[in-house]
């Protein structure tokens, strides 16, 4: 976990807009493994990493850089002691609580849909003056609620540079497709043209062969199926920035096209008699268009004015049939949606000791869904099937940084977030809310290796515009209505963290979050005049407390020289009231225990860099329906890669994941009724293994 922010349960990232890069990607270790990680940095101590440091900034210039031969941007924010990238959650609404850790020339990118890992791949190493990590206190400085940012700055020198990347994947199971991005970029009298284009295929987690059994709470088997799935997304996308001064300032303006592809066939054959074979497709079209643009200006000597606008609109295509012996079903959705965005920022040092910020932030938008479910050439009536939602919010922040002694650094701030959500179509229904979200945090540097922080806030939730709108999901039977009365959660947030430094450029952090919640939002009844459904919708009050550990050390000093060890471990409990049985409980879809190891290593001698990376060890969540229980689990997930540079302008990369396959399991107690009142009748189990795949690119750059 970066700094002190943590994503809320709500703050769920979309399957089609991924934000974490595989660093970032977190999965379960055996305790031990835990412990011993967690013992070592305890005892470990030496001196900090060797840089260039002033008040709350630590400069890494070239030759930092240069005994591990990093390719890109991307390669050199790895290898910063105590440092991962958190990327912009595009799934937020509006842009104060969507903006990731990483920032380009002082400023954060325009448009929180870009893949900020990709970005800094397109930057090659050679046209980067230097990296500047920012930490909380550092002058006229917007953290965004980080206790760290990375400030990538860029040469100003003229230059044209382009780049070409051609490659193919192939999985165990016989898919093969090719893939491909194109890079330009040009850079003269501080103007700069970046343009890109990339098209790649993925075969989804969701593929894959095993079986389906059904068994009776005795657990006698009733029916066993065979069971095939090929999920397969093609994403492209094309963008385009533009950077120049204004009026004393610097302009940028960028736009992207977005599109993405899905194509899921299900095949469910018996292997009982008296069974029933299922076959169930389902094709997915969705598209984006964004434009956005960005001014920076100093005013004066200690003043800074940023304002940014962003428009960007999409549309959503999808169908699933499902043929079932004699019975059939289809669900089509049509989804199109909106948002705009202006927001204005100000900064103001008042002196090394105190600075100040202020900003206002104005969104508006919409989605608007018709949903349909046929069962058998009969329409059945979904609640949420037909809806328009519009939003329109107005969010003002105020804050002030202090330091009343050289070690300790006060932060405290006030937003009040005002929106009006106005829903027609089969349900209206108008709503008002006024927040207040205060933030107050303490930073004590209690000597050059050690760090506490200390942070209170309130944090509301945004409501997620897809659960208002009526799903289904046809291979698993599950249909969810959408629930015009949902309200956001509101939770009362602590953290304390302690951030240490050790041997050279070792840092251990290690963070502690308890949440107290106000309407959780969770699964709840809907009752219609014909039927019940299972829908999104508020449950009471929760809580939720967080370990989180983060060690990143080289380990030159055992011997294995030019090697790193990055590992991210997080332990979550939460407690909730269930609404059907009255019963404590976790909050749906929470993961009780997430983490990451990677292992890199440079050969400068060789122009060679390769890692593993372990992930998804024992993974698991429980979601919780009016008449089910379901939980999911994973197997161990492994990607090792290795990238040689080949003469001054080639690299070629290779990258193997998960060879011998991956186990995913799911288990569903099903009840007759509602869990309160009825007994389990059937349990289904569903077992299968993802195939792995390959993959080999070659990168040709000219230029710089």
Known sequence: MEGDRVVSHGSLACPLHPRKSRAMRIASLPPRWCLALFVAGLLACGAPAQATESPGLTRYGPDYFAATSPANAGDMLERLPGFSVVEADPDVRGYAAAQGNVLIDGARPSSKREDIGQLLKRIPAASVERIELIRSGAAGIDMGGFALLANVVRKRDATTESAMELGGIASTDGWVAPLAHLEYGRRWDSRALDLALKYEPELDDDSGRGTVRDFDPDGALLESSALDIRSIKRKSEASASWRQPLAGGRFTLTAAARGERARTDTQIAALMPDSDNETVSEDEDLAEAEIGARFVRTLGARSTLELMASQQIGWLDSLERSREDDEQESFGEKTDTGESIARLDLTHEWSERLSFSTSLEGAFNFLESTAALVENGNPVLLPGSEVRIEETRIEAAAGATWKPAAQWVLETGLRVEQSSITQTGDTP?????????????????????????????????????????????????????????????????????????????????????????????????????????????????????????????????????????????????????????????????????????????????????????????????????????????????????????????????????????????????????????????????????????FSLTFRRSTGG
């Not at 009844?525 to 550990?549: C, K, Q, S, W």
């Open 429 to 693: 229904l108008q709503r008002r809310y006024t927040y207040p979200k205060p933030r107050i945090a303490l930073r004590w540097d209690a000597n050059n290796h050690n760090q506490l922080r200390l942070s209170l806030s309130r944090e509301v939730g945004q409501l997620d515009f897809a659960d208002f709108v009526a799903s289904a999901s046809l291979d698993s039977g599950l249909v969810s209505a959408g629930n015009a009365a949902l309200e956001p959660d509101k939770t009362w947030r602590l953290v304390a963290a302690w951030e240490h430094h050790f041997w050279t450029d070792a840092a251990l952090t290690v963070s502690w979050t308890h949440d107290r919640i106000s309407d959780v939002v969770d699964r709840v009844l809907v009752t219609t005049a014909d039927d019940v459904f299972d829908a999104p919708g508020n449950i009471g009050d929760g809580r939720r407390d967080t370990l989180a550990i983060e060690l990143s050390t080289p380990l030159d000093r055992f011997g294995f020289t030019g090697a790193q060890l990055r590992s991210a471990m997080l332990w979550r409990r939460s407690r909730v009231t269930d609404p059907v049985t009255g019963q404590i409980r976790g909050i749906s879809e929470e993961k009780p225990v997430e983490a990451s190891v990677e292992l890199s290593q440079d050969l400068p001698a060789w122009r060679l860099n390769w890692g593993l990376e372990v992930e998804h060890i024992a993974e698991r969540e429980t979601r919780y329906r009016y008449d089910e229980i379901r939980q999911e689990s994973e197997g161990t997930g492994w990607t090792l890669f290795a990238e040689r540079s080949i003469g001054g302008r080639w690299r070629v990369r290779a990258e193997a994941t998960d060879l011998f396959g991956r186990d995913f399991d799911e288990s569903r107690e099903k009840y007759a009724g509602p869990r309160s009142a009825n007994a389990v009748e059937e349990i289904e189990r569903r077992n299968r293994k993802t195939p792995g795949y």
